[in-house]
């Protein structure tokens, strides 16, 4: 299992970034995915999950109508697109397979998301 996410950076408050997660070792196509992000010093927490078919989506209170997931089977990649950032978003941003449990043990490196006031 391999997923290797890109994308983050350091944007000013009310910006946007796209983060993108592309997977491989596992059936993608088949699998509902998720985006995890991690604050210094706190646990991995879940920001939004899709079905594997795309047609059901979950986020985190603190990111609805702000976040949107999505995902391209063909590509074997998932994306978070995050619009109206807040430095509150500020944290190290994760893929997994699952729709609440990550399914996996390995994560990848991550992509450092930072927000400033």
């Known amino acids: 299992v391999q997923v290797v996410e890109s994308g983050g950076g350091l944007v000013q408050s009310g910006g946007s970034l796209r983060l993108s997660c592309a997977a491989s070792g596992f059936t993608f196509r088949w699998s509902s995915m998720s985006w995890h992000r991690q604050f210094p010093g706190k646990e991995r927490e879940l920001v939004a999950a899709?079905?594997?078919?795309?047609?059901?989506?979950k986020y985190a209170e603190s990111v609805k109508g702000r976040f949107t997931i999505s995902r391209d089977n063909a590509k074997n990649t998932v994306y978070l697109q995050m619009n109206s950032l807040i430095p509150e978003d500020t944290a190290v941003y994760y893929c997994?397979?699952?729709?609440?449990?990550?399914?996996?043990?390995?994560w990848g490196q991550g992509t450092q998301v930072t927000v400033s006031s």
């Open positions: 899709i079905t594997w078919a795309g047609d059901s989506t």
């Open positions: 997994n397979a699952g729709w609440t449990t990550p399914l996996y043990d390995h």
